[in-house]
């Protein structure tokens, strides 16, 4: 069997580090994954990918000889990946069993306005035969900014509903969550699952009141739906780690033929240490 995780979210959510974390944890556990790097502008990697994209189309190449600028750049490599998806059949159809990590660049216009992921995920899905699914990474910077936090989830959300595949979010650099004076917050858990009357009135408070009916029908939205709730992601705790992977074994079923196996659900306690 073939599984994919697509590596989601905004530019600096923390993708390519834990896309090593993964691979170092993945590692330690005796199993076997790989890199593919979707980002033509990346620069280096702590693992060498076993697909990259830039061998295919650098963005400095483009941008030199087309004369675009870094986004239109981007676009014109995504446009070109698409049109030449046979790239990746050559490069990954060779693997048998394999349990690919698929780092993807951040703009948002990758997600939105060029279908890139959503072909990609089908691609991968039906012409390759891999169980792919996703995770999307948003900071938690953005959950101490009751209106940030309202905008990753939403993009999560749209990120969701376009690829159409299982997604896991993540609340990435967990680490960073402070209080106001500087000590790590110890109530995390608030953070992953926040009480939408708290959300409702500090989002209302930074916006045109004209849009607080908006706000609420979003509240609304996260809270009926519970489309979007978050793991904490901290890329140097281990167990961070490990229980992400088991939640993406999980939502691929990898390895049903073996042990199922049943994600150790994480809560504050797990951050007791901070
Ligand atoms: N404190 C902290 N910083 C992180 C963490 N993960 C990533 N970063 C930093 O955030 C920046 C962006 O990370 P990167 O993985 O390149 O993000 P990407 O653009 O989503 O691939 C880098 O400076 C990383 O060192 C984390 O868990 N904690
Ligand atoms: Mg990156």
Do not use: W
């Not at 330690?28 to 994209?53: K, S």
């Not at 703009?107 to 999307?136: C, D, K, M, N």
């Not at 989830?153 to 159409?164: E, F, P, R």
């Not at 780690?241 to 659900?265: A, C, F, R």
Request: hydrophobic content about 40%; some cysteine.
């Amino acid at each position: 069997m073939r599984y994919a995780v697509l590596v989601t979210g905004p530019a600096g959510a923390g993708k390519s580090t834990f896309c090593a974390s993964l691979i170092t944890h993945a590692n330690t556990l005796g199993r076997q994954v790989h890199l593919v790097n979707l980002d033509p502008a990346a620069e280096r990697f702590e693992y060498q990918p076993a697909v990259d994209i830039r061998d295919l189309i650098s963005l400095e190449d483009v941008m030199e000889e087309l004369e675009f600028g870094p986004n239109g750049g981007l676009v014109y490599c995504f446009e070109y990946l698409l049109n030449n998806l046979d790239f990746l059949e050559d490069e990954l159809g060779q693997y048998e069993d394999e349990y690919l990590i698929i780092d993807c660049p951040g703009q948002i216009e990758l997600y939105t306005h060029i279908p890139l992921l959503p072909r990609l995920a089908q691609f991968l899905q039906t012409r390759l035969g891999y169980r792919t699914s996703a995770v999307y990474l948003v900071e938690s910077q953005f959950m101490q900014d009751k209106a940030k936090y309202f905008a990753g989830v939403l993009s999560a959300m749209s990120c969701m509903l376009s690829l159409g595949i299982s997604m896991l979010c993540l609340m990435s650099k967990m680490d960073l969550v402070k209080d106001d004076k500087g000590r790590v917050r110890r109530e995390v858990g608030r953070y992953l699952d926040p009480d939408p009357n708290l959300l409702l009135e500090d989002v209302n408070s930074q916006t045109n009141p004209k849009f607080h009916s908006l706000n609420k029908a979003v509240v609304s939205l996260i809270e009926d739906q519970n489309i979007v709730s978050f793991l904490p992601l901290d890329v140097s705790a281990e167990d961070s780690v490990n229980t992400i992977l088991s939640h993406i074994d999980n939502m691929m079923q990898y390895g049903e033929d073996e042990e199922p196996k049943v994600p150790k659900d994480m809560d504050e306690g797990d951050f007791d240490d901070y």
